[in-house]
């Protein structure tokens, strides 16, 4: 390390030593330690475990003792692997060409502003190291990747608070006995939030038509369970339906909770028991919930 040139932390020293494949042995430090400018470093770097080179003052004199050290690094050091040239000076190019054809893995450090960039000389790659924030700065597909991630999470967070409040809103319209027209009372959610299991407006639309002329027995009911079943299956392969989720969709479309469908056509006390002993659906326990299997395609 040119110290004069370049101060690294230690918080940036380790990080250096984290994209390395072999571990840090040894560090050197060149620079004329007379010169007041560079105030107390010698003693904190010292107290890091680093070798101390005295250069005598003059141009390029921290630079030049690098070169004439660095370029003979193997008869001091045989079984060295990698080697860190930190400074941002260009002529120290010429010590991590030479370096390269003894056979050592280079990285030339320097310095950019508020950044390190660090730069693996034997394959091209470049990393970037922020020293205001002390972290590494990504790369712009990382970064999009990370955005992306977020997104997820965050949508994901949103359908389970929405699939749990649908559920709460169906008990309490079933212990009141109210009926709640679910497309009327809360249109922002469809229009603000589009989430990968909830169907298109055009099929819940057609649907409660069909559903208000068709429905009368178990048989159709279980056509119309179906029909939305496999609706969900295309629009979202990867999801898997659950009892809430499924009574949430009929809501969507009815207006009405599924308890208070299965009372009227007389085929049990609520949805999920008619569930269990329909011979078109199995249940399956996952966690807290039941998962929902159509057992056949009609």
């Not at 972290?135 to 955005?147: A, G």
Request: glycine share 4%; proline share 3%; aromatic share 8%.
């Amino acid at each position: 390390m040119d110290a004069e040139n370049l101060k690294l932390d230690i918080n940036s020293q380790l990080f250096l030593a984290s994209i390395c494949k072999y571990p840090l042995q040894v560090k050197m430090a060149f620079a004329n330690w007379r010169n007041q400018s560079i105030g107390k470093q010698d003693i904190e770097l010292y107290n890091r475990g680093y070798q101390l080179v005295h250069v005598p003052e003059g141009k390029d004199s921290a630079d030049a003792k690098m070169i004439a050290l660095g370029a003979c690094i193997l008869r001091s050091y045989p079984t060295a692997k990698e080697i860190l040239v930190c400074s941002s000076d260009g002529i120290l190019i010429h010590l991590c060409n030479e370096l390269q054809n003894q056979g050592l893995i280079v990285y030339w450090v320097r310095r950019q502003g508020q950044s390190l960039h660090i730069e693996n000389r034997n394959t091209g790659k470049l990393t970037h190291y922020s020293l205001s924030m002390a972290t590494e700065v990504p790369s712009f597909e990382k970064v999009v990747e990370q955005i992306q991630d977020l997104i997820k999470n965050e949508q994901d967070s949103i359908n389970a608070r929405l699939h749990s409040l649908a559920a709460i809103a169906s008990l309490f319209q079933e212990r009141c006995n109210i009926n709640i027209n679910y497309n009327q009372k809360q249109p922002q959610i469809e229009e603000i939030i589009s989430l990968p299991e909830e169907l298109s407006t055009e099929f819940i639309q057609q649907e409660k038509q069909e559903y208000f002329a068709k429905i009368s027995d178990g048989e159709t009911l279980d056509k119309f369970l179906l029909k939305i079943i496999q609706n969900i299956q295309i629009n979202s392969p990867k999801t898997k339906l659950s009892v809430s989720m499924l009574g949430t969709e009929i809501q969507k479309i009815t207006g009405e909770s599924p308890n208070s469908i299965i009372k009227k056509l007389k085929l049990g006390s609520n949805f999920t028991k008619y569930l269990e002993s329909s011979p078109t659906f199995t249940l399956k326990a996952s966690g807290k919930e039941y998962e929902v299997t159509p057992l056949l395609c009609k």
